[in-house]
């Protein structure tokens, strides 16, 4: 099991930046491809971008491809999320979440997720 924690959310204006961080603890982090997802309100969660073990496979929803770059830090058990130009559909709450497999885009086949950091984007 992974502990993950995440930071970095706010309130921001239309084109801004963010960089999103999820803190790791417990198991190997390295072993864990890690992605992230978003819930706005009324909505289902939604797969954002995802990162493989060894950073070097990214995936990105088409929403977001060309704005966010999803990175980590194996060394001190952390992803990213640096979100550039957001726009007011960006926001959500955003969720770091760790898996075992390769179906980066589905939540189901996370294991451990984070609590959550809101980020708003005012327009």
């Known amino acids: 099991q992974v502990q993950l924690v995440e930071s970095g959310g706010g309130l921001v204006q239309t084109g801004d930046s963010l960089r999103l961080s999820c803190a790791a603890s417990?198991?190997?982090?390295?072993?864990?491809?890690m992605g992230w997802f978003r819930q706005a309100p009324g909505k289902e969660r939604g797969f954002v971008a995802a990162?493989?073990?060894?950073?070097?496979?990214?995936y990105y929803a088409d929403s977001v491809k060309g704005r966010f770059t999803v990175s980590r830090d194996n060394a001190k058990n952390t992803v990213y999320l640096q979100m550039n130009s957001l726009k007011a559909d960006d926001t959500a709450v955003y969720y770091c979440?760790?898996?075992?497999?390769?179906?980066?885009?589905?939540?189901?086949?996370?294991?451990?997720w984070g609590q959550g950091t809101q980020v708003t984007v005012s327009s």
């Open positions: 979440a760790a898996t075992r497999r390769t179906n980066w885009h589905d939540a189901n086949d996370y294991t451990d």
């Open positions: 417990g198991h190997t982090f390295s072993n864990y491809g």
């Open positions: 990162i493989s073990w060894t950073g070097r496979n990214t």
